[in-house]
C-alpha cells in the first residue's frame, strides 16, 4: 500500500503556540472533505509589512480557492492568487510550510494558507465568467493588527502563523 509524500505543516494547539508536524497528504483531505488552498500574501513595506485580504459579501478571507483534483495544493494557491487578484510575483522566501484551519462548512471543507511574498501593489478583482459579477468586492492592504480585526476566528490563526513566519511585526 503507497503512502503519500509528507508535508510540513504548522497548526495552532490550544496553548497558542505554533508547532510543526508532519502528516500525509490524505490526513489532509480526509474522505468527502474539500481542500482549498490560498496564499496569506505579505508586501513587504517600510513600516513591515501589509497583508492582501478579500471581502465577499461580509466574509474577509486571503485568496484560496478549491484544490482541483490531481492539483498539489501549493500550485493550486498560486492559481487562485493569480485568478482573483492577478497577482503573479509570488515567491515563498519562508519555504513552503503551511498552516490548515479547522474544519468548516459543517464539517466539509478545510483550507491550507501559505505565506508567500509580493512587490506587486496593483490589486485586479476580475469578473467572474461563472457568477457574472466578481467573485470579491473590496481588497485591502493591511497591517496585522487590522487584519486581526477584520478577519474571523478561523482565519486570524493564519495571519498570525505567517506574520511570525514571515518575521513581521505584530502592529
Not at 474522505?31 to 459579501?57: D, N, Q, T, Y
Not at 476580475?126 to 487590522?146: F, I, K, M, N, Q
Request: charged share 30%; aromatic share 10%.
Amino acid at each position: 500500500m503507497g503512502h503519500a509524500k509528507p508535508h510540513g505543516l504548522w497548526y495552532r494547539p490550544p496553548e497558542g503556540q505554533f508547532r510543526r508536524v508532519r502528516v500525509e497528504e490524505k490526513e489532509i483531505t480526509g474522505k468527502g472533505l474539500e481542500l482549498a488552498a490560498g496564499v496569506v500574501v505579505i508586501r513587504p513595506v517600510a513600516e513591515g509589512c501589509r497583508f492582501l485580504l478579500l471581502r465577499a459579501f461580509r466574509y474577509w478571507d486571503f485568496p484560496k480557492g478549491l484544490v482541483e483534483p490531481g492539483e498539489v495544493p501549493l500550485n493550486a494557491a498560486v492559481r487562485e492568487v493569480a485568478e482573483e487578484t492577478g497577482i503573479a510575483d509570488l515567491s515563498f522566501p519562508w519555504d513552503r510550510d503551511r498552516y490548515e484551519t479547522e474544519t468548516y462548512n459543517r464539517g466539509r471543507k478545510k483550507a491550507v494558507y501559505f505565506a508567500g511574498r509580493t512587490a506587486q501593489t496593483e490589486v485586479v478583482l476580475p469578473v467572474s465568467a461563472e457568477l457574472g459579477c466578481p467573485e470579491h468586492h473590496e481588497y485591502r492592504w493591511v497591517t496585522a493588527a487590522e487584519g486581526r480585526e477584520l478577519l474571523g476566528d478561523r482565519v486570524r490563526g493564519a495571519l498570525e502563523w505567517a506574520r511570525r513566519y514571515a518575521g513581521c511585526p505584530e502592529g
